[in-house]
DNA sequence: CATGAATGAGCGTTCATTCAT
DNA sequence: CATGAATGAACGCTCATTCAT
C-alpha cells in the first residue's frame, strides 16, 4: 500500500485522535472532520476503521526495528555507547511522537486488533533479541554485569519514558514548569529522561563511567 | 454511597471487562451478562456506565492513599526501609489487581471522564507529596542523594512494573516459563519486580545497603 | 423462537414490504415505519434483516408441508380427488397470501440467503416426493398416464398461478372487471384458476371426469 | 440511442448480475468490474443504474413484439402451426436468455422502475392481443374452442416455463441428470419444455393432432 | 473519451438508557 | 427491588453518482 500526502495527513489526525479518545472512543466521523476530508475516504483510503489502525502502526513502526539492528551491528561504538545512543533514541521518538507511543500503550492493554497485537510482538521480542545481543557483547567484554534480564532492563526504559510523557502534566504542575512553553517543556523532558534512564541502566547494566 | 456485596460483584465483572476491552470496547450488556444480573440492574444500581466507572476507581483507589500516609508517618521504619515496604507493597497491589492497574493505565492516557481523571490526578500529587515528605527526611539523615526529582524515581517504578504487567506474556514465552502456572508465574513476577526496582531506587536515591 | 401478536405484525409488514420492493429495497426503516414500531425493534425482535426473512419464511411455510402429507396419506380421497383438493388449495393460498409468494419466487431467482436457499429446496424435492407417491398411486389405478414428470406437473401449476397472480391487474384491464372489488376480482381469479388448472391438470395426467 | 459494442458488451454483464443478485443487490461496481470497465463509465454510458436497466429492457424486448406480430400476420401456417411455433419460439429464447427472463421476472414482481413497468405492460397486452387475433382465427376455422382466456393460455406457457427455468437445478438433481453438461441438459429442457407446453395448449385450445 | 478521486445520502446495526410492570 | 421491552442516537460502512483532469 502506496501512502499519499492524504493518507499520511489522514494517519496523522487520526492518531491524535486515537490517542486522546482510544481506538472505540474516536470515531470515523471525528477523525474525517479533523483531517478536512469526506466521511467516506476513510473506509475509500484505507478500507475500515480497523485497517486505518494498522496502517497507523505499520508506517509508524517500519523503521522502529531497522533502526535498532543497525545500531546493535554498528562496530564503530563500544557497548556502552550503543546503550546511550539506544536511550537518547528512544527518548527522542517518544517525545516527538508522543501521541503514536500513547495509543501503543493502550493497544499492549486493551487489544482488539489480532494484527497490530502481532507487529507489537514481533517488536517486542525482536528488540529483546537484540539488545540481548549487546548486552552479551558488553558481558564478554566484562564491562556489564552477569545475569542481565533483558526484558527487565527494556520495560524499566519504556515504562519510566511512558510513565513521564503520560503524566507530564503532572509533573509541570508539581515542579512549576508552567512558564515554560510546549517545546521548551519537551526539551527539559528530554534531557531530564535521557540522563535518568542512562543513571538507571548504569546500576542495572552494572558499569561506571 | 453504600456498596452492597451484589454493587461489588458487578464491579469486579466490570473491572475485568474494563481491562481487556477498554471502557467504550466492554458494554455494558457483556457487563451485565458477565455479572450475571439484569442489563437494567447497571444503571439502577451505579446511575450510568460512567458512573459505575467512577465507583471503581473510588472503590479500589479509597485505601491507597492512608495506607502510604500511615506508612510515612510511621516511625518505626527507617526511610530506607520505608523504600523497600513501599515497592514491595505497590509491586503486590499491581500484581493481585493487575486488571484495575490496566484500566488506570488506559484511563490516564485516554481519560474522558472528568471525574476519574480528578481522582488519578489527586492521588498522583498527593503521591508525590508524600513520597517527597520521606524523600526530605531521607536527606536529612544524608542517606539520600541531593536533588532527588520524585516523580521520576515514582514513575520509575510504575512505569516499570506497569510494563512487566502488561508484557508478561512475552517475558514468559522469552524466558520460556510455559511449565509455571499462573499463581508461581506471578509469585515469580512479584519476587523480581521487586528486586529490581529496590536494585534502581539505590541507584536513583544513592544510597547501599 | 415464539412469536407474539406484535411478531407477526412485524412480519405482515416486513412481508408487503419485501413483496413490493424485494429485499434489497424494502429498508428496515421502511419496515418499522410500516409497522409503527422503533427501528431498533426489528434487530431486538429478529436479530437481523436476514433473520427477519428467514422468520418469515419459517412462519409462512411451516404448515405447507406437513398439509400435503396428511392429504397424500388420506385415505378418504381417490387420486383425481386428492388432485382437485392439491389444486383447490394451491391456489387459494396464492390467492391469500399474494405477497409471500411474491416473495418466494424472487428469491428463488435471486437468492442471497442460505437458510432461505434451503427451505425452498426442502419444500421443493418433498413436494415432488409426496405428489409423486399420489401419481404412482393413480398410475397403479390404472387411472393416470404412464410417464409422468411430476415437476413439469407441479411448475406448471406453480408457474401459472403465480403468473396470474403477478399480472393480474393487466388481467382486470384487458378483461374490463375494473367495476369489480379487490375481494370479488379474488374470488373470480380463484375460480377461474382453480377450473383452468384441474383442466390441464387432465391433460397431463391422462384423464377424463 | 446507438448502443455500441461496449455499450452491449456493458449490458451483458448487468444481465447477469442483475439475474443472480437482484437489481438492487447488483452494484454499479460490480457491473463495472465484470465488464471490466471503469466505474464512472456506466454513469456516462448509460446516465444512471436504472436507465442502464431501462436499456437492456428496450434492448432485449425490441424485436420480441415485431417477432410476433410477423408470425401471426404470416399466412403461410394455419394457427396449430403458429401456436407451435409460438411455443417454440418462446420456450428458445427463454432457454437462451435465461438470465433476461430471470430479471423480467422479477421486475414484474418489484417494480420500482416505471419506465420498465410500462415497457412491460406493453409487451404484455399486445401479446394478448395478437395472440387474441390468433385464438380467433382458429375459432372461426372451428379449430379451437370457444371461450379461449387468452391471458391464461399465454400465463400458462409463461409461468410454466419460467418455473422449469427457475427451478432447473432442483430438476437436474430430481431426476439425476448430474452427468449432463450444461448445455446437453439445457437441449433437453428446451425439448421436453416445448412438447410439454404443446400438449396442454391443445387442451386448453381443445383441438387433437 | 476515459478515469481516479471524491462525496452526500442512506444503509443495517448497536449502543446506553428508560420505563411500565 | 427487579425486569423484559422498548427507544433515540449514533455507530462504521457502502452506495450511486459526480467531477477535475
Known sequence: MVLTEKHRHILLKAEELFAVRGFDGATVRDIADAAGVNLAMISYYFGS???????????RMTLMRIRLETLIMDDNYTPIQKVDILIDEYVNKVIQQQSFYKIMLCEQVINNNPLVLKMLRELKLSYANLVGVLIEAGQKQKIFKKDIDVMFLLNTMTGTVTQMVINKEYYKEYNNY??????D????????????????FKAILGYEQ
Chains 1, 2, 3, 4 share one sequence.
Open 178 to 183: 508552567k512558564k515554560l512553553n510546549a517545546a
Open 49 to 59: 476503521k480497523e485497517k486505518l489502525m494498522e496502517a497507523l502502526f505499520r508506517e
Open 185 to 200: 517543556f519537551n526539551e527539559l523532558l528530554r534531557t531530564k529522561l535521557s540522563a535518568h534512564v542512562k543513571l538507571v
